[in-house]
């Protein structure tokens, strides 16, 4: 079997008494979309945000490609230096995108490749241009973030993430901000990312997205991981009843 | 009204309100600056020296301007600090103006959504560069109107710096006033310039205002 792109083990984390993740176990295999789902307050946006340490988690380990991210061994945290350098090849998509608001679609783009990346000006700027293009906004490369509509914001936010050459990508809800007229153009993006075989960790409420993109889903709730399988054990054969329920009021809230 | 004392005391009062400028644009540079250096510290410096920093805003904000100068001017001497007048003055400005800039800077960082600073820390990007490309520039967005507003304010406290000595335009005046009795008419000089400084401080303001937000702004 081929080694995990992220290997979660026996993960915990605290907000002071709140225990938000709960010896959580997770694999993320490479080259396919793992989709965490569950509840709002489950815990899956806190355990995306721990695979860049973005959030600290208390004890556990987390590794990218076997090496340990945040910690040096256990208990002993890594170097600002070191830790820089892993999330250099992990990108990040926000739900509420982040972009830079003093900068256009291809500085925002540019930005990291010139000053994380060490690339020329003219370099970073062919590159972004590239990126950009590749979600589908080539035209809209001189535009601020204020010019554009939300989904194209979150298509420089992804084409910003994938300039950089990333070997995994996170995703944190991020669809969930959008006019729902908007979500498809996003991820239709994502789709084709996927297809290319990056590795993606997509926390989301878009159980359409789940059902047809993911290769594994794992759900769950206050802040244990009930179940890791694929999208049709999940959807259409949930062996825990929390799955059926949270399932159910999904199905309740969205029909008509 | 007696106007024609201007003829005579006209160059001297020029002179003062150049004096007054001077003062004016130096005292907030440095206060601009030492004040965006208490912000960073306090913002990621370590906590004792935040401490520190807090006691001095808290002393100079407490205190008249007055006070802070005499002590400054008179006191300094004791303890080997022994200034001219326009110096003592202009380093007296930049300590008063220091802790209101660093207020203000502090706010405006605040301002600052965390999620921008998070996606600089995502693809990895050193603190000092989020600083320089994020935070501050963001940051001194919303700070504009209220540093535009803090340098009117430090304007007219310049005419304190008259009781020390330094030849400003409020120290012109009272000479002038003094020589010849001609209060209203030196004072009403005095207004009038200041009010032709602010007013030019506060359009200028409100132009760079519109120039660097334009791209902030959704426009739809």
Same mark, same amino acid.
């Given at each position: 079997?081929?080694?995990?792109?992220?290997?979660?083990?026996?993960?915990?984390?605290?907000?002071?008494?709140?225990?938000?993740?709960?010896?959580?176990?997770?694999?993320?295999?490479?080259?396919?979309?793992?989709?965490?789902?569950?509840?709002?307050?489950?815990?899956?946006?806190?355990?995306?945000?721990?695979?860049?340490?973005?959030?600290?988690?208390?004890?556990?380990?987390?590794?990218?490609?076997?090496?340990?991210?945040?910690?040096?061994?256990?208990?002993?945290?890594?170097?600002?230096?070191?830790?820089?350098?892993?999330?250099?090849?992990?990108?990040?998509?926000?739900?509420?995108?982040?972009?830079?608001?003093?900068?256009?679609?291809?500085?925002?783009?540019?930005?990291?490749?010139?000053?994380?990346?060490?690339?020329?000006?003219?370099?970073?700027?062919?590159?972004?241009?590239?990126?950009?293009?590749?979600?589908?906004?080539?035209?809209?490369?001189?535009?601020?973030?204020?010019?554009?509509?939300?989904?194209?914001?979150?298509?420089?936010?992804?084409?910003?993430?994938?300039?950089?050459e990333p070997r995994l990508m996170l995703f944190d809800e991020p669809t969930s901000a959008l006019d729902p007229e908007l979500v498809g153009e996003v991820l239709n993006v994502m789709k084709a990312l996927a297809s290319e075989g990056m590795t993606m960790v997509v926390v989301t409420h878009e159980m359409g997205f789940a059902a047809h993109v993911a290769d594994q889903v794992a759900f769950m709730e206050k802040g244990e991981l009930v179940a890791v399988d694929s999208p049709q054990g999940i959807f259409h054969a949930p062996k825990d009843e929390r799955i059926w329920n949270f399932l159910r009021t999904y199905h309740e809230r969205n029909s008509f | 009204m007696e106007w024609s004392i201007l003829e005579q005391y006209g160059p001297a009062l020029l002179r003062g309100f150049g004096v007054t400028v001077l003062c004016w644009i130096l005292g907030t540079i440095f206060g601009m600056a030492l004040g965006?250096?208490?912000?960073?510290?306090?913002?990621?410096?370590?906590?004792?020296?935040?401490?520190?920093?807090?006691?001095?805003?808290?002393?100079?904000?407490?205190?008249?301007?007055?006070?802070?100068?005499?002590?400054?001017?008179?006191?300094?001497? +004791?303890?080997?600090?022994?200034?001219? $007048? @326009?110096?003592?003055?202009? /380093?007296?400005? !930049? =300590?008063?103006?220091?802790?209101?800039?660093?207020?203000?800077?502090?706010?405006?960082?605040?301002?600052?959504?965390?999620?921008?600073?998070?996606?600089?820390?995502?693809?990895?990007?050193?603190?000092?560069?989020?600083?320089?490309?994020?935070?501050?520039?963001?940051?001194?967005?919303?700070?504009?109107?209220?540093?535009?507003?803090?340098?009117?304010?430090?304007?007219?406290?310049?005419?304190?710096?008259?009781?020390?000595?330094?030849?400003?335009?409020?120290?012109?005046?009272?000479?002038?006033?003094?020589?010849?009795?001609?209060? +209203?008419?030196?004072?009403?000089?005095? $207004? @009038?310039?200041?009010?032709? /400084?602010?007013? !030019? =401080?506060?359009?200028?303001?409100?132009?760079?205002?519109?120039?660097?937000?334009?791209?902030?702004?959704?426009?739809?």
């Open positions: 079997m081929q080694a995990s792109a992220v290997d979660i083990r026996k993960v915990n984390k605290y907000y002071g008494p709140f225990h938000a993740l709960k010896d959580v176990d997770l694999a993320i295999p490479p080259g396919k979309v793992t989709c965490l789902i569950g509840p709002s307050g489950s815990g899956k946006s806190t355990l995306l945000r721990c695979i860049n340490f973005l959030e600290e988690y208390d004890s556990g380990e987390i590794r990218i490609d076997g090496q340990l991210i945040g910690y040096e061994v256990p208990g002993r945290k890594m170097s600002g230096r070191k830790l820089r350098q892993m999330r250099r090849s992990i990108g990040m998509v926000f739900q509420q995108f982040n972009l830079w608001p003093h900068m256009t679609a291809k500085e925002n783009v540019a930005e990291g490749l010139i000053r994380v990346r060490g690339l020329s000006k003219s370099e970073a700027e062919t590159r972004a241009a590239e990126a950009l293009t590749k979600v589908g906004l080539a035209d809209k490369m001189g535009n601020h973030p204020a010019r554009l509509s939300g989904g194209q914001q979150q298509r420089v936010a992804i084409a910003r993430a994938i300039a950089m | 965006l250096m208490i912000a960073l510290i306090q913002r990621y410096g370590p906590r004792w020296l935040g401490w520190i920093i807090q006691a001095y805003i808290e002393v100079i904000r407490g205190t008249p301007f007055l006070v802070q100068l005499f002590v400054l001017y008179y006191g300094g001497p +004791l303890i080997g600090l022994r200034l001219d $007048a @326009l110096p003592a003055g202009l /380093l007296g400005l !930049t =300590i008063y103006g220091s802790p209101y800039f660093a207020e203000i800077f502090r706010s405006g960082f605040r301002a600052v959504p965390h999620g921008q600073i998070e996606a600089a820390r995502a693809i990895g990007m050193a603190e000092p560069t989020i600083v320089r490309r994020v935070l501050l520039p963001l940051g001194l967005v919303s700070s504009l109107p209220a540093l535009v507003n803090f340098s009117i304010i430090l304007t007219k406290e310049t005419v304190i710096l008259s009781i020390i000595t330094v030849p400003e335009l409020m120290y012109q005046v009272s000479r002038m006033s003094t020589e010849t009795f001609r209060y +209203l008419e030196a004072n009403l000089v005095l $207004a @009038l310039f200041f009010w032709a /400084l602010v007013e !030019t =401080i506060s359009r200028v303001g409100r132009r760079l205002e519109t120039r660097i937000t334009k791209h902030l702004i959704e426009r739809t």
